[in-house]
């Protein structure tokens, strides 16, 4: 799994749709979420740090769990099903611990209200995300091939040693 961090939400061009902008810690890689508006408004009141007047649902939430002693450790995009993600809430009560399903928009609101972590599936970055630092990615690809070009036989033996018991 990795883990990424909300960057914003932005719209899309041309459908005018809200998207979630998830960026891993070295900031190579993006994975962008078509949400709805509401949605939309969900997560940016943490963003921004706005509080509304009266509890929104994601705030009813909390404000639930936080009475039964109930913390979100933290949320997981688990797959990318006909373009649909999908996640997860792990919620934890002492050594209890429980996985709700959830829409990622959800999941997402819930974790920034939390202050949880946010992790993704490798599968799902490797599926859906998008490269924001090409020149990085480039470089480490050419390190590499550099790397196996150089790579003779007598240097995974060194590396492994010999199986005595084959």
Known sequence: MIEMK?????????????????????????????IALEQARAIIGPLENQKPPRPLTHDLMMNSLGEWNINIEKIIIHSLERDTFYASV???QGEFRKEI????????????????SIWVMEEVIAN?????????????????????????????IRYFGTSENS
């Open 90 to 92: 792990i919620l934890q």
């Open 101 to 116: 399903d959830s829409r990622p928009s959800d999941a997402i609101a819930l974790a920034l209200r939390a202050n949880a």
């Open 6 to 34: 909300v960057a914003g939400i932005a719209l899309d061009a041309i459908t005018r749709s809200p998207i979630i902008l998830l960026k891993d810690a070295s900031e190579r890689r993006a994975l962008l979420i078509y």
């Open 128 to 156: 859906a995300s998008i490269p924001i630092d090409r020149d990085a990615d480039e470089a480490e690809q050419e390190a590499f091939r550099e790397f196996i070009s150089n790579l003779c036989p007598e240097d995974l």
